[in-house]
């Protein structure tokens, strides 16, 4: 088979996936995920086109927090 699509992460000091990358076959970047912690949780994920343009935003709401 061939790689069609491939993705490339990283992660903070914690070990928390910080970013996420999604490329083409030929390495070009699709899109890029950025999340954000807050207080140790997952606290908003920002989405980012090919350009590096913030197209959406996902924020987490936690109800019941100590």
Not at 17 to 46: C, M, N, P, Q, W
Request: no cysteine.
């Amino acid at each position: 088979g061939e790689v069609t699509k491939w993705q490339k992460y990283a992660y903070d000091e914690e070990g928390r996936k910080v970013e996420e990358i999604f490329l083409d076959a030929r390495g070009r970047v699709e899109r890029t995920e950025k999340t954000i912690y807050k207080d140790g949780l997952k606290s908003e994920i920002h989405y980012f086109n090919q350009r590096n343009k913030l197209y959406k935003k996902k924020v987490y709401v936690y109800e019941y927090r100590h």
